[in-house]
Every structure is written in C-alpha cells, then in structure tokens.
C-alpha cells in the first residue's frame, strides 16, 4: 500500500508548524533541521526540497507567526474603532499568547534579531503590524505606541509565565492599569482576559 501524497503547500504549512515549534524551544541555531525532519515525518533531503536553506525555513516561520498577529488584529478590530478596537486588540493578543510555541518563537524572533537577515525581516514585520493598527479608525499615534508597549508588557509577562502562576499578583500590582476615562481598574474572566465595561 503506497503511502498518500500530500499537497506540497499543505506538506509546507505542516513543515513551518513543527519548525516553529522546535525554533521555540531550541532557538534558531541550535535547532536541527534533521530534528525538524524527523518530528514533521519526512526525510531532510525532502525537507530541503521544500525548503531549500535553513535560512529561508527560518524566514518562513518568522513570517509565520508574524502573519497570525495579522490575522489576529485584523479579526479583533473587524467594524470597531477607538477604544473599542483596542480593547478587543488586546484581550485577542492574550489569547494568542496562550499558544507557547508562538509565544516563545516571537520572543525568539526579537533575541534572533541581531542576525543581518532575521533582523531585517523582523523590523519589516514589525513595522507593518504597527501600520495595521495605526491605520484604525479613532486610534491616535500616542494610543498606537501605548498598545504596544503594553503588548511587549504582556509578551514577556506570558514568557516568564507569570500570568498563569501567580494572576493574583498580576491583579495586586495592578500590572494592566485602571480605565484611562473612569479609573475603574480591570475585571477578569477565568482566562486573564480582561472584561468590558461601561461608563
């Protein structure tokens, strides 16, 4: 019985997942692409074919985990502005952030970033991210770089795992800070997702 070909873009979406998975862990030097060829079922010479360099499959992840955040914001913020849009911004970004391997590949991306060719891509990425958001509706540019400062909060809080052990020292430092309009500091779900409220 001959084994089932897959799709070549679906046999690459599978190689990227279980490379973001080792390049989260390991880094992206330490990491073998013969580990990433065994775990993803496929011999390296194949993997080669797909991926021609270690260079371009380590462009492909960054590139991957960059398009989720993408997606992710653009999701979140679909018909909303302002405030509104923010709010759901960064409640999306926490539930992101619960997937590890993403988590830890983004903050190995920005380790990664001194390398002529991680850094480059990883700015351009970047950059871009912070256009999507500054391209919203009511958002001012002062709201832009404080989203994202409390972004790189939250990425390495979630990094040191901090909101999982210990989210009641999270709510006592008042880590994510009151209401800018009434001064009511945040409510949570079971999650950590900080909870709408009205004026």
């Known amino acids: 019985m001959t084994k089932e070909r897959k799709p070549a873009e679906l046999r690459r979406k599978e190689i990227i997942e279980v490379a973001v998975a080792h390049f989260a862990t390991m880094g992206f030097n330490a990491t073998s692409t013969a580990s990433i060829a065994t775990d993803a079922g496929i011999s390296q010479a194949y993997l080669f074919r797909i991926f021609p360099s270690k260079s371009q499959l380590i462009s492909a992840c960054i590139d991957y985990a960059f398009d989720r955040v993408e997606e992710l914001l653009s999701a979140a913020s679909q018909g909303l502005s302002g405030g509104d849009a923010l709010l759901a911004i960064g409640n999306a970004y926490l539930n992101y952030l619960s997937d590890k391997d993403l988590l830890r590949a983004q903050l190995q991306c920005y380790a990664a970033a001194s390398d002529p060719e991680i850094g480059s891509l990883v700015r351009q990425r970047y950059k871009k991210l912070w256009a999507q958001v500054a391209e919203i509706d009511g958002i001012a540019k002062e709201e832009v770089r404080d989203l994202f400062a409390k ?43 900080i909870l709408p409220h009205t004026h």
């Open 151 to 193: 972004g790189m909060l939250i990425t390495v809080l979630a990094g040191i795992e901090i909101i999982d052990v210990d989210p009641k020292w999270v709510i006592e430092a008042e880590v994510f800070p009151p209401c800018p309009v009434c001064g009511e500091s945040p409510s949570y779900d079971d999650n950590m997702t």
